[in-house]
């Protein structure tokens, strides 16, 4: 929010990437609950073959399989939706344009994916999407490295709570059972009665 609050300044009409933005967010994490809900351990499912069909060897409910199926078989409509209204007008790749496609369609989506859900098996399905937000900032770092982009202070101040969300969940996760904020006030509690105890 504190990120897309940094482009206010800068857009005059309705933030509507930010809205779409939040409401993508959204049905990601009902798909992502749904999923974990359906499946609850890695071995109940072929991750290879999550986006491609459903095995039979495994418990993976028939929808789930067919996610890529279901994106190409529901959302074409859209396209000519988008192109003959000119909100968002069709025009052929070029064979550039057509290697990075493929290349984006390769490490940017299939490796990525395989290798969330299989980190989501892994650990858990919170610290896996938390690990997800970290290409906010770390995008931000390579384009201040290698494009010498300045960022306004909103920026990595925004970022600054995705990378204490990570470490935090990641180390209440690791230590189950381990309490901070009752440790925090025992210890808080040891030091003030110690001291107010009197030295004979």
């Known amino acids: ?33 749904f999923l974990r809900r359906k499946v609850d351990h890695e071995d109940k499912m072929d ?26 078989l529901l959302l074409w409509p859209v396209f000519f939706l988008l192109h003959y209204c000119e909100w968002e007008v069709f025009e052929w790749p070029t064979h550039h344009q057509w290697a990075f496609l493929l290349l984006n369609g390769l490490v940017g989506t299939v490796l990525s994916e ?54 935090a969940v990641t180390l209440l996760a690791h230590y189950e059972n381990w309490d901070p904020i009752m440790e925090a006030l025992r210890g808080a509690y040891i030091c003030v009665f110690r001291r107010a105890r009197p030295v004979r």
């Open 114 to 167: 395989v290798l969330w859900l299989w980190g989501c098996f892994l650990t858990s399905s919170l610290i896996a999407t938390i690990a997800i937000s970290l290409t906010i900032p770390m995008s931000m770092f390579a384009d201040v490295v290698f494009k010498h982009v300045q960022y306004s202070p909103l920026f990595y101040l925004g970022t600054l709570p995705m990378f204490v969300a990570f470490f």
């Open 47 to 72: 991750i290879p073959l999550f986006f491609v069909l459903s095995s039979p060897l495994t418990c993976t409910p028939a929808l789930s399989g067919f996610v890529g199926l279901f994106n190409l």
């Open 1 to 33: 929010v504190l990120v897309s609050l940094s482009d206010l300044g800068v857009e005059v009409t309705v933030p509507t990437g930010a809205i779409l933005a939040l409401v993508s967010a959204f049905f990601y994490a009902a798909y992502l609950v």
